[in-house]
């Protein structure tokens, strides 16, 4: 499971503020593959879990070598017939927005062996005020539609000062929703997969444990086995610099939620001198491996509980634990409630007949952390799953973060989740016997959430196509200012991982919000949203250390 993304645990938070509709990308999950109980943050695949790997970390490299060294820094000659291509828009059903494809060559290194077709969407500018150019934005995921947030938040819901002067644009990364999208397994596999016991007892439970990551690994190689050679940050990073030049942009402006800002930092270090305004929302740290980032992120979801436990106890509804109760005592009893249920499943009222297991609860709590306005809605469903033996609730919020709809269908989120996570790291754990001896260092983490978030790495062990990516520092020398946004409490990002991006960004400066939830723009932070316009409508950063609550 590789932090990186935050595709993690049981992502269901976003951006709040306006919200967006129930299938809006949950801005940065965890990359985990497998059972639904680490959630998108951790468990599809790993989180990139960042926290702060010192810059002379024997586990990272410079920017100079290793990936990035190869990469080009200006545009080769045989892909000028991608940059020159002309993008023609049609209406797309969403009223005031328009559609388009684009083309990118499927394996940038061998460019005529054949191209891979990219969703893009746009809103344009509505002025008033002269228009500065386009906006891209992108939620996270990795697997998060860009184009779907667009269309239900971003252009509709940003700023209205932000919307006047830029066209709001949005593409799919490959492999992701519109753009040839990662297939891996039916609504029936993934309703079992999800399932899945992630703290095993035994032998037998973590036999069935690995056995569900391959069986996931082999459907999206049945299904997608080209592809997934081809979804990788980077070349993800390099299709938006053909998008921004079939924009007519000289320089690429950016909005990158929670994987999101790895995506924006990769595209930086690629391009240093394309770099235009660059906001990164609840950041990554790329110079961590697979499992610093896995741990990392457990303990940012620890830390995102504990202030759940203390606003709970507050309130005489809430079923962990009355007022007074410590914070540790509120983790221990939910720990109980998962011990029970990994005995006993409850009824859900699902008509596919799931019942509420260890393993989608998990998923469920760690989904509501992403958002503190999703608390009263979490303090609601353990009520009923703990007084009235009811899990709907909390069947509710797996589903969510899963993106499961009601006929038992999955959006691909999890499926392109696990595949770039999987391509961009090398593993977390190379097997059962590794994850064992991780455990404490997890539990240590996060009492709660950590053996079952140490099992969720795991599943990258098994994948088909080995990695094409290594951890890395990123430091774009030469690029323009970068804002790099960091929450104190951000259970999916750890703050940590922003005040190290923002250390390694040769031009970055770090905007604080000390406050709660995954991200911080559009969140209800009047100071943070006032800096960040500022920077996107006049091109002046926040000063140095600037913080916000």
């Known amino acids: 499971m590789q932090t990186r993304r935050i595709l993690g645990t049981s992502g269901t938070s976003g951006i ?59 545009t080769p000659s045989v892909l000028a017939p991608y940059y020159g291509q002309k993008l023609s828009w049609r209406a797309c059903g969403v009223p005031g927005f328009e559609c388009t494809t684009m083309k990118a060559p499927l394996d940038y290194a061998k460019p005529a062996a054949g191209d891979v077709r990219l969703a893009v969407a746009r ?3 509505t002025g008033p005020g002269k228009r500065i150019g386009s906006l891209l934005v992108n939620p996270g995921g990795p697997g998060g539609s860009a184009i779907g947030y667009l269309q239900s938040y971003a252009g509709i819901g940003y700023p209205a000062a932000v919307r006047a002067r830029y066209d709001m644009v949005a593409v799919d990364p490959r492999g992701v929703a519109r753009s040839e999208p990662v297939k891996c397994l039916t609504g029936k596999e993934m ?32 299904r997608s086995s080209e592809l997934l050679r081809h979804v990788s940050t980077v ?31 990769t595209y930086a270090g690629l391009f240093p001198k394309r770099v235009g305004r660059l906001v990164l929302d609840g950041a990554l740290d790329p110079s961590l491996t697979a499992r610093e980032l896995n741990r990392e992120q457990t303990e940012g979801f620890d830390t995102a509980f504990q202030s759940f436990a203390k606003d709970c106890v507050r309130h005489s509804d809430c079923p962990l634990g009355g007022r007074g109760t410590s914070p ?19 009824p859900a009222g699902d ?9 989608l609860a998990t998923t469920g709590v760690i989904a509501a952390l992403y958002d503190e306005g999703s608390w009263p809605q979490l303090r609601d469903a353990l009520t009923a799953a703990m007084k009235k033996k009811d899990g709907s609730g909390l069947l509710a919020l797996a589903d969510s973060y899963y993106e499961r ?29 590794e994850v064992e001896a991780a455990v404490p260092d997890f539990e240590k983490a996060s009492p709660v959430f950590g053996e079952g978030l140490a099992w969720a790495s795991l599943n990258c062990a098994y994948w088909p196509v080995r990695p094409t990516g290594e951890a890395h520092r990123i430091e774009a020398k030469g690029a323009a200012p970068i804002v790099v946004v960091g929450t104190t409490r951000d259970p999916a990002t750890p703050y940590a991982w922003a005040r190290s991006l923002a250390g390694q960004l040769s031009s970055a400066t770090l905007l604080t919000y ?25 091109g002046t950063p926040p000063a140095e250390g600037k913080r916000c609550s």
Do not use: W
Not at 201 to 214: I, P
Not at 514 to 538: F, M, P, Q
């Open 328 to 346: 540790e005592q509120v983790g221990r009893n939910l720990k109980a409630f998962f011990t029970k249920l990994d005995a006993s499943p409850l």
């Open 351 to 359: 008509a596919d007949g799931r019942r509420l297991g260890e393993a």
């Open 405 to 433: 709809d009601p006929d038992g269908t999955y959006a691909n989120l999890m499926f392109a989740n696990a595949a770039v996570n999987c391509l961009d790291l090398p593993p977390a754990f190379s097997g059962p016997g």
């Open 514 to 538: 000390a406050g709660d939830g995954h991200t911080a723009y559009g969140r209800g932070s009047d100071c943070v949203d006032s800096a960040i316009n500022r920077y996107l409508l006049e």
């Open 123 to 125: 809103k344009k500018a």
């Open 191 to 222: 309703d079992a997969y999800t399932q899945t016991d992630v703290t095993p007892d035994d032998r037998k439970e973590t036999a069935r444990l690995v056995d569900a990551y391959k069986d996931f690994a082999d459907g999206c190689e049945r």
């Open 16 to 74: 709040s503020g306006p919200r967006r509709d129930s299938r809006a990308p949950r801005p940065l999950r965890p990359l985990r593959s497998l059972p639904a109980r680490c959630g998108l943050a951790l468990a599809a695949g790993a989180l990139l879990a960042t926290a702060a790997c010192s810059p002379g970390s024997s586990t990272t490299t410079s920017t100079q070598d290793a990936a990035l060294a190869a990469l080009p820094r200006s």
């Open 235 to 265: 070349e993800a990073a390099r299709d938006m610099d053909i998008l921004r030049d079939a924009l007519g942009d000289r320089k690429l402006t950016y909005v990158g939620a929670s994987y999101g800002t790895f995506l924006g930092a």
